[in-house]
């Protein structure tokens, strides 16, 4: 069994800063692959990037290549995303979601486990 929990959402003002972060309780995750994704007011869930636990390899979604960054604390099960320069269209409940198989990628209906989400409002 494998748990999410997120944290590190609030309300930012434009141009901001935020690191968000996913803690990951559970085994059987050496190839794991952990995945963060967003869910905006009136939208369906999108993908935003993921990590393979094996290699460290990451992956974006074209829209998040700039301002997202994914890492990963490699002597711990936590997960980070930060984003930069924030934007009104940024807010949304953010989700980290894990997927025990070793194919790095951003396909939600794969991932397994899910999180309950953080949100992120981001206003002036």
């Known amino acids: 069994q494998v748990q999410l929990v997120e944290s590190g959402g609030g309300t930012v003002q434009p141009e901001g800063t935020l690191r968000l972060t996913c803690t990951i309780f559970?085994?059987?995750?050496?190839?794991?692959?952990v995945g963060w994704f967003r869910q905006a007011p009136g939208k369906e869930r999108e993908g935003i990037a993921a990590?393979?636990?094996?290699?460290?390899?990451?992956i974006y979604e074209d829209y998040a290549k700039g301002r997202f960054t994914i890492s990963r604390d490699s002597t711990t099960n936590i997960v980070h995303l930060q984003i930069d320069r924030l934007k009104p269209d940024d807010t949304a409940v953010y989700y980290c979601?894990?997927?025990?198989?070793?194919?790095?990628?951003?396909?939600?209906?794969?991932?397994?486990?899910w999180g309950q989400g953080t949100q992120v409002t981001v206003s002036s």
């Open positions: 559970g085994t059987e995750l050496d190839r794991a692959c």
């Open positions: 979601a894990a997927d025990r198989s070793s194919y790095l990628h951003t396909v939600e209906i794969w991932y397994e486990c």
């Open positions: 990590i393979s636990f094996r290699d460290d390899n990451t």
